[in-house]
């Protein structure tokens, strides 16, 4: 009605002799205000502003559909956590995940990932479009925006991959109009880690060791990205989702890639595993590629962390909404044994963790009390401020423990309230140097190497046995009963660093949104989750109808909606 009602004032003008007619082609055609034209965006400024935009995707994320912290997807789905919130109907979606048995292919948070992980890489592609129609000379930076925007793309496509796994590649060339003719199987598997590898390669040859602006992607970076996507592609899957082999001569690209991050002096270990998920340490020497986060910045609530708001405790300081609780089986995987290593295989045989005296009659692996928080123990390296059973807004499912390592404290800077939700403009780590010493050691133990993957493992190890130091009461005692230790080199057989390896993976990324792509690669989820759904069935009623199917449950369906929009082109993941 408004713009009516001012298209009849001009008319009513229009008679009184003001201007010539309302059938005036010249009145009409006015550039509309507020509006840039596609022309007025290609020089080297705009282009610029439109690389940020696509570097501002990483973050763009939602909490029912999270896809920086990839909560729902790599913890839920690998037995690490439970959903949490206020049932199994609060958010069902995850519940479903959770469960596979109830998963469908009509599940709206599941398109709806897709559809932002797609709108990350239109970003991408709308830059990578531009920057290749300018000149280096118009723009001096073009090289190293284009590794930039290839790096990014290569980020969303490799989400895509390790959710779905057969997903369309949709590149800066390919024209709007024909976004719906691009079949979901026109590459195959292998294929389509080949365009994720060369988006990372491409970074790797224009983007350099050092960027003038934190948070832009370098070359050491890059390389670490490759090294993970190669690990990936090493493990060969047939049409089943079975892993039918392991290419050595792409794990001998990954030692050799993660050798040059490593050798680079740029990284290092923090001194303590709590820096990683404090945020004052934010951009600190174990960063090797981050997202971003602000507040204060100019904008209404900030940039937060949107994926994390729904996993704060239901206490007064915050006050919802208790979601991603890790689950019984993780927790019992921190014990350790007389010489601090691991129960490999009796850690959930032996007795549960619950309350207070089971954390100080066991030994566990440190790691502990900076990933879950538990009753009676510091929230946040506070000993002033308490994790209370209180706080758990439905223990009679989920059980009492919360996750720690996305959130902070109260009176942390970084924490930002957004009625009814909170959360904190903290970076998320997408790769840090942990993982990449981790990707090493596995690539060696793969290539029967495994004494030279000893010492790396044993460094991640010698870093979580020194990392104490916060872990105290209000009267300084030690929270929980910390013994951990280093792997002897006898018995260092490839089966047994194997085991090792695997295990630390666990532990040192536990809650990070890691674990369920892991066992995918391994070939071992579907063992794996039988065993671990039988075991918990026992503790924890709303499990009892999950169900992972083999073949089936490796990667999510291709969301229904995206199959109706290309008029059945795509094809649907098997099992589904």
């Known amino acids: 009605m408004k713009t009516f009602k001012h298209f009849a004032l001009a008319c009513s003008l229009l008679t009184l002799g003001l201007a010539t007619s309302c059938n005036d082609k010249e009145f009409l055609d006015v550039p509309p205000r507020g509006a840039i034209s596609d022309e007025q965006i290609n020089t080297a ?37 439970y959903k949490g919130g206020g049932g199994t109907g609060d958010v069902d979606a995850f519940h479903f995940y959770e469960t596979f048995s109830y998963n469908r292919p009509d599940i709206g948070n599941t398109d709806e990932v897709w559809f932002r992980l797609y709108i990350g890489i239109g970003r991408a592609n709308d830059a990578l479009r531009r920057l290749n129609a300018i000149s280096d000379a118009a723009m001096p930076t073009r090289k190293v925006r284009q590794g930039e925007m290839r790096f990014l793309r290569g980020h969303f496509y490799f989400i895509l991959k390790e959710l779905f796994d057969r997903v369309p590649y949709i590149d800066e060339t390919v024209d709007v109009a024909e976004y719906g003719n691009v079949s979901n199987v026109a590459l195959s598997s292998q294929q389509l880690w080949d365009k994720i590898a060369a988006d990372f390669q491409f970074a790797v040859d224009n983007v350099p060791a050092n960027q003038p602006e934190v948070g832009r992607a ?90 994390n708001k729904l996993n704060y405790p239901m206490n007064a300081e915050f006050g919802c909404c208790g979601f991603h609780q890790p689950s019984q089986n993780l ?27 089971d954390f100080t009659v066991n030994s566990v692996d440190p790691r502990l009390d900076h990933t879950v928080a538990i009753p009676g123990h510091p929230w946040k390296y506070d000993p002033g401020f308490v994790f209370q059973q209180a706080w758990v807004r439905v223990p009679g499912i989920y059980g009492y423990f919360m996750s720690m390592k996305e959130n902070v404290g109260p009176n942390d800077p970084s924490f930002q309230k957004e009625p009814p939700f909170m959360s904190s ?16 050691a596995e690539a060696l133990i793969e290539l029967n190497r495994a004494a ?34 280093l792997y002897p080199s006898t018995n260092w057989t490839q089966a047994y660093a194997r085991q090792a390896l695997r295990y630390e993976r666990r532990l040192e990324l536990a809650m990070e949104g890691n674990r369920f792509f892991d066992l995918v690669r391994w070939g071992i989820a579907a063992d794996y989750l039988t065993a671990y759904l039988n075991q918990e069935k026992t503790k924890r009623q709303y499990l009892q109808d999950a169900r992972f199917t083999r073949g089936r449950d490796e990667y999510l369906p291709i969301p229904q909606n995206q199959i109706n929009f290309t008029k059945g082109l795509y094809q649907q993941n098997p099992g589904w």
């Open 425 to 440: 403009s903290k970076n998320w780590a997408i790769i840090r140097y942990a993982d990449v010493l981790l990707w090493k």
């Open 45 to 81: 400024e705009n282009i610029d502003k439109q690389c940020i935009a696509a570097y501002s995707a990483l973050g763009n994320d939602g909490f029912t559909a999270p896809y920086t912290s990839l909560w729902p997807y790599g913890n839920l789905r690998a037995g690490d956590a």
């Open 218 to 307: 370098n070359q050491l970076a890059a390389k670490a990205y490759l090294a993970k996507t190669l690990l990936f592609q090493a493990y060969t899957q047939d049409a089943s989702h079975q892993v039918t082999g392991v290419d050595q001569a792409k794990l001998q690209d990954v030692v050799r890639l993660t050798d040059e991050v490593i050798s680079s002096g740029r990284y290092s270990l923090y001194p303590d595993f709590a820096f990683n998920f404090q945020s004052n340490h934010d951009n600190g020497a174990e960063s090797v590629f981050a997202i971003q986060f602000s507040k204060n910045d100019g904008t209404p609530k900030g940039r937060i962390q949107q994926g």
């Open 331 to 357: 927790v019992n995987s921190f014990k350790t044994d007389a010489n601090g290593l691991p129960l490999f295989t009796t850690f959930n045989t032996s007795g549960d963790l619950v309350s207070g005296v």
């Open 452 to 485: 030279d993957a000893l010492p790396l493992i044993n460094q991640i190890r010698q870093r979580a046995q020194n990392s104490t130091g916060l872990l105290r009461q209000s009267t300084g005692l030690p929270t929980s009963n910390y013994r951990i230790g």
